[in-house]
């Protein structure tokens, strides 16, 4: 069993904070431009952060046991609610962004993501009942936080990109590298404590440079649209 000091378990909070900081930015950033996205994009930040915040709650509790209290439950379902919270993140950004380019909104951006989740919940109940282990389930929820992953990833690259904000761009890009690095990183079988430290550490930049990019996006959508974002406002339309 993989075993944490507990500088390494009280680090792993930190990326957490800092990513939930960043998605947090760009919930506000979409509520500006519709509030039905903007609820969507607020439950997508709580979902990501929970998840977040339960791995590193079971990653303490581990280093406090010295590896003898696994709670299953925090560990396993951590790509459950991050496939969740990225999939109704990306929804919610993409529905902003079509408003942004004076694009007819979607009269229900909820029924795409709702369908997307219902299904993978469906191939994950199957997964579950017809496989052993049972819990390779959560491999099907590990495509699809993957997938939404990058498709917000994307999304916010072409939004700096038609903002003219390059640095912004960078850092996006910085971001989605290292979570790819860590994705293989994380393969490796001898999870040693060093290896860990590494990871966490390349963490914690990929998230900082999240957070700090998600600010500069959103201050900059905000400014730009400021126009209509009055006037959907006074529409009743935010």
Not at 109 to 129: E, K
Request: charged letters at 10%.
């Amino acid at each position: 069993m993989v075993t944490f000091t507990m500088g390494l378990a009280l680090e792993d909070f930190v990326p957490v904070i800092l990513s939930s900081l960043g998605l947090f930015i760009l919930a506000r950033m979409v509520d500006q431009f519709g509030r039905s996205a903007g609820r969507m994009a607020y439950l997508g930040w709580a979902l990501i952060t929970l998840g977040g915040l339960f791995k590193a709650l079971w990653k303490l509790i581990m280093a406090l046991s010295n590896g003898q209290t696994d709670v299953a439950w925090m560990d396993l379902g951590l790509f459950l609610w991050m496939g969740t919270g990225f999939t109704f993140m990306a929804f919610a950004v993409w529905h902003a962004q079509r408003i942004m380019r004076g694009k007819k909104a979607p009269k229900n951006p909820w029924l795409a993501p709702i369908i997307i989740v219902a299904l993978n919940g469906f191939g994950a109940v199957v997964v579950a009942l017809t496989m052993s282990p049972a819990d390779r389930w959560r491999f099907v929820f590990l495509g699809l936080t993957t997938i939404a992953n990058v498709a917000l990833a994307v999304l916010l690259i072409v939004q700096a990109y038609r903002q003219h904000q390059y640095g912004v761009m960078g850092l996006f890009v910085l971001n989605i590298v290292i979570v790819f690095a860590l994705s293989g990183m994380a393969r490796i079988p001898d999870q040693t404590i060093p290896l860990q430290w590494m990871e966490q550490i390349l963490n914690t930049l990929a998230q900082g440079a999240f957070a700090v990019a998600a600010w500069r996006l959103g201050a900059k959508a905000v400014t730009r649209y400021s126009r209509m974002v009055v006037a959907y406002q006074m529409r009743g339309l935010a």
